[in-house]
Antibody
Framework: QVTLRESGPALVKPTQTLTLTCTFS??????????VSWIRQPPGKALECLAR???????YYSTSLKTRLTISKDTSKNQVVLTMTNMDPVDTATYYC???????????WGQGTLVTVSS | DIQMTQSPSTLSASVGDRVTITCRAS??????LAWYQQKPGKAPKLLIY???SLESGVPSRFSGSGSGTEFTLTISSLQPDDFATYFC?????????FGGGTKVEIK
């Protein structure tokens, strides 16, 4: 059974760095073709893909946010970590992690974690 | 980045209606398109992948079609559980992008 769960602070201040952790089970990120992505959704708005990390450690970032994002994995802990620097109130959103195989659709999602950026 | 445009943004329908949602890509994405259903406070759920393949466990009243730049999601007979927001997503490029969403409301 595949599960993913996001964890991290619910509240961050402007200019701070956000660190989110995706802890998953039911698959391994060392298996050929596996990928984990981070997606966010501001309240009442559409989804935005932020970053993806593949089984072979290839990494892909949102064009508009790539200077602020870093994605990494710890295969032994079944975790993927996303850091986003210089947080702003417009970054207030629910942040999801999700799995895909062989660069296909996102077939399993975490429940999401709401991050509010406010002083 | 490839832009995905969904229409309509809101749709009012009744139980039993046939519902169609359209998604257009700003450039050809072959069949690398997925559809998701999202209910309030929940994560998106994959319905359709590769434009027309039904994800395991998804009711057969959902279907997808299209290729290139024009795609549709059809619900053949709307059920009470189907009132939700639907998103399309392209995965032709590494920079994944989503449509703006279509909210299906009760008429």
């Amino acid at each position: 059974q595949v599960t993913l769960r996001e964890s991290g602070p619910a509240l961050v201040k402007p200019t701070q760095t956000l660190t989110l952790t995706c802890t998953f089970s039911g698959f391994s990120l060392s298996t050929s073709g596996m990928c984990v992505s981070w997606i966010r959704q501001p309240p009442g708005k559409a989804l935005e893909c932020l970053a993806r990390i593949d089984w072979d450690d290839d990494k892909y970032y949102s064009t508009s946010l790539k200077t602020r994002l870093t994605i990494s994995k710890d295969t032994s802990k079944n975790q993927v970590v996303l850091t986003m620097t210089n947080m702003d109130p417009v970054d207030t959103a629910t942040y999801y992690c999700a799995r895909s195989k062989d660069s296909n659709a996102l077939d399993y999602w975490g429940q999401g974690t709401l991050v509010t950026v406010s002083s | 980045d490839i832009q995905m445009t969904q229409s309509p943004s809101t749709l009012s329908a009744s139980v039993g209606d046939r519902v169609t949602i359209t998604c257009r890509a700003s450039q050809s994405i072959s069949s690398w398109l997925a559809w998701y259903q999202q209910k309030p406070g929940k994560a998106p759920k994959l319905l359709i992948y590769k434009a027309s393949s039904l994800e395991s466990g998804v009711p057969s009243r959902f279907s997808g079609s299209g290729s290139g730049t024009e795609f549709t999601l059809t619900i053949s007979s709307l059920q009470p559980d189907d009132f939700a927001t639907y998103f399309c997503q392209q995965y032709n490029s590494y920079s994944l992008t989503f449509g703006g969403g279509t909210k299906v409301e009760i008429k």
